[in-house]
């Protein structure tokens, strides 16, 4: 027999398929280890065949390698096939995607456990009704099957070893299963759904359209719809995924989905190790676990027969990647929720425009919870107007309403967080004699002071510089720290109430595998009074005690140079106004602005998404931008300047035709140096188009394709979320 092989080396020369002979029991999907060029590399069997073209005696054999399944599921061929020729991207990158690096590698450890199961059902046991940690053990047991003793150990101590001493059960040493959540205990809480949550779940039936939009304001309870959905796939025997960015997979949202399914989840987030990661996707493939949970890559998990697939925060900008193959999330979920003939539910307090227009359009089906939980009212958002402040003479970066808010606030034991959009003690480092500015020394960009390391740094790159006494061009003295980042408003902070517990949430603070949980932790046992934070801190969470939220700089995100700004101003307003008074009491928001009559603020202080919408429809309508156009840039990266330069010319030539052929089409063309020169030592090169007829997109992705070489790398990005 011959298989036809994709040999995993992702480069151009080599993204094509070869032939192998092979064992008669190849299955489509299983990995092999195939000689290619002298060595042996792995492959994957996309189709198997009786004869070749190629002369019989050229063809080699390929070694079958003892995996129980294929690695690739029929689906996720077909899949990977639609991606690749999509986003003309080679052949064995797009494979990856649909793989764990470990079983690409073959350097799966193993494990051995001891793993414990009842001897006997737990009715016929003799247990003291005081034995609590037996009887919790023994019922796990009995509801979830055989488990990790190490697990149950965590949770009832020493309850499985007193059970083994009286025959109840047996302990067996078995290979496997990682559990990176063995720490992550909680309830499990059965809720009775609202009319509203019940309404929605019965339109997700009804509705015969594939993508149903959940546009529910924060706190109306749009989890419990998904968990329903999930589980009543679960029980019909269908498997599920639900996306959330990386960000939202908070404690408390990892504990919910343990305690009410248990090893029928996986949950892949990028706090796993590579051996984590591979025992979790094993589950899914063998359909030990039939929920898929995770950021934008579990939409590869190797599941059958998908139930549903749901995508939280629908409008999060992480749900498009930013590495090759740069494919749309929303893309790959529709395309399996079509092959599965199962619903694709998104959901948002504030949809992207996109989308909405989408939904307003009749192509997907809308339903709204307009009602928080318990009907509690969405917080206050009072506005501060901070050219005021800076007029009376007030120079901190709290307004005078803000320190009365957070006054009451600590006063009534209650927390509060306070946010902003940078990170670090200032922003930049500038000479207030000569005006020189601190910057990478190859990434183009400034770098950022950060006190608790006394350091510079890039925050493209990493790279860490020493602190500067004097001005390297002009040797001046006055070097100015401008700026604030949450380091600098956590110590203002302390100093205007030394008595609260302040905790710092960014990218600073969160390094390592458990680094925001470690912080959100602490916060939601109200350990602490304040959190200071970036954007991290706008998603997803539920702390009930928090009744204050404070937005530091409304502004900034208004200020970026791109089409989206509103929106994502929008967004993240109404993001972090929901943190506030979750619970039972009133919660009040304060932003802060140097521009209290910018219509985008107006909006989202009145949670008035409809009205933002038909704002921003009009104005994107006016202006032809995306929704109604599209923005696309080709980027060409590489070590070398000349050869950056030499790729940047091959597709400017064949862009430039294309271009000059189809005037019409194109609302804007341009070559340019890209914002960012330099990131990583990579010169960086743009050809900007916008494109009012999407039809030449994928002789753009071919152009590409075409020149992409070994020193230079050319990428298309369609509406970049990131034009650096
Ligand atoms: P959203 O995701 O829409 O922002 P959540 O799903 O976080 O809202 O729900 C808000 C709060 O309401 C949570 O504390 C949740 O536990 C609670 N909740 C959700 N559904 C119910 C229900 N049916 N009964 C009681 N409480 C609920
Ligand atoms: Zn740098």
Redo the contacts with the bound molecule.
């Keep these: 027999m011959i298989a036809e092989v994709i040999v995993d080396i992702a480069a151009s020369e080599t993204d094509r398929i070869y032939d192998y002979l092979c064992d008669e029991n190849t299955i489509v999907g299983s990995r092999v280890r195939a000689p290619f060029g002298g060595k042996i590399v792995p492959g994957f069997v996309m189709r198997t065949k009786e004869t070749s073209d190629y002369p019989a005696e050229k063809l080699k054999r390929v070694f079958p390698c003892s995996d129980e399944l294929p690695a690739l599921t029929k689906e996720c061929l077909f899949l990977a096939e639609k991606i690749t020729a999509r986003y003309r991207v080679p052949k064995a990158l797009t494979l990856r995607l649909f793989l764990p690096s470990e079983m690409r590698t073959g350097k799966v450890r193993e494990l051995t456990r001891n793993y414990a199961a009842l001897a006997l059902p737990v009715a016929q046991m003799k247990l003291a009704k005081t034995a609590k940690n037996q009887l919790g053990a023994a019922q796990y047991l009995e509801e979830n099957g055989k488990t990790d003793c190490a697990y149950l150990n965590s949770i009832y101590p020493g309850g499985v070893s007193a059970l083994e001493k009286k025959g109840y059960v047996v302990i067996t040493k078995e290979q496997i299963l990682r559990d990176p959540y063995k720490t992550v205990t909680a309830e499990k809480v059965e809720?009775?759904?609202?009319p509203d949550?019940q309404r929605a779940v019965d339109t997700v039936h009804t509705d015969e359209r594939t993508v149903q939009l959940l546009h529910?304001v924060?706190?109306?309870?749009?989890?419990?719809v998904y968990l329903t959905l999930i589980a009543e796939c679960l029980s019909r025997g269908e498997s599920s995924i639900f996306l959330v960015p990386e960000i939202s997979l908070t404690p408390q949202m990892l504990s919910q989905l343990r305690a009410r399914f248990g090893k029928n989840a996986a949950i892949l987030h990028s706090g796993l190790s590579a051996g984590e990661r591979f025992d979790e996707w094993w589950r899914l493939r063998t359909g030990e676990a039939k929920i898929a949970i995770g950021a934008r890559s579990a939409i590869f998990a190797p599941l059958e027969n998908l139930g549903v697939i749901i995508i939280d925060e629908e409008h999060d900008s992480s749900y498009s990647s930013e590495s090759a193959p740069r494919y749309n999330t929303f893309d790959v979920a529709y395309l399996r929720a079509k092959k599965n003939g199962c619903k694709l539910v998104l959901g948002s307090?504030t949809p992207s425009v996109d989308t909405y227009k989408r939904a307003q359009d009749g192509e997907f089906s809308l339903i709204r919870m307009d009602k928080r939980?318990n009907k509690r009212p969405l917080p206050d958002i009072l506005i501060a107007d901070m050219r005021r402040e800076v007029r009376r003479g007030n120079n901190t970066p709290f307004s005078s309403a803000l320190k009365e808010e957070l006054d009451r606030c600590l006063l009534g034991g209650k927390q509060a967080i306070l946010f902003l959009n940078r990170r670090g003690y200032s922003q930049t480092v500038i000479c207030k004699e000569c005006g020189y500015v601190a910057k990478c020394e190859s990434c183009d960009v400034s770098l950022t002071y950060h006190r608790d390391e006394n350091c510079l740094k890039c925050h493209y790159c990493g790279t860490k510089y020493n602190m500067l006494s004097a001005c390297p061009e002009c040797g001046g003295r006055k070097l100015s720290y401008s700026g604030t980042g949450t380091q600098k408003i956590a110590a203002e902070l302390q100093k205007a109430y030394p008595e609260a517990r302040i905790l710092r949430m960014d990218n600073d603070t969160t390094s390592g595998k458990e680094g925001h949980y470690k912080i959100l932790k602490t916060f939601a046992e109200h350990k602490a009074d304040i959190l200071v934070g970036t954007q991290m801190i706008a998603k997803g969470h539920?702390f009930p005690s928090v009744t204050l939220v404070g937005i530091l700089d409304a502004d900034m995100s208004l200020y970026f140079s791109d089409y989206r700004s509103g929106e994502r101003t929008f967004q993240l307003i109404t993001q972090v106004a929901?943190r506030s008074g979750?619970a039972e009491e009133q919660g009040k928001v304060v932003l802060q602005t140097f521009d209290p009559e910018n219509e985008v603020l107006r909006f989202a202080t009145a949670y008035d998404y409809e009205g933002f919408y038909e704002n921003e429809i009009s104005r994107r309508a006016a202006m032809m931008y995306p929704p109604f156009s599209k923005i696309v840039r080709v980027l060409v990266t590489g070590e070398e300047d000349k050869k950056c330069i030499e790729a940047l010319r091959e597709v400017y030539v064949e862009l430039e035709r294309l271009y000059t052929e189809n005037t019409e089409k194109f609302l804007f063309f341009n070559k340019m140096r890209a914002p960012i020169k330099r990131i990583q030592n990579k010169f960086r090169y743009q050809v900007l188009m916008h494109l009012a007829d999407v039809s030449v997109l994928p002789e753009i992705y071919a152009i590409c394709a075409a020149a992409r070489n070994r020193d230079a790398l050319v990428s298309v990005e369609e509406n970049p979320t990131n034009l650096t």
């Design positions: 809720r009775v759904l609202t949550q529910g924060t706190g109306s309870g749009k989890t419990e307090a939980i539920d929901g979750r």
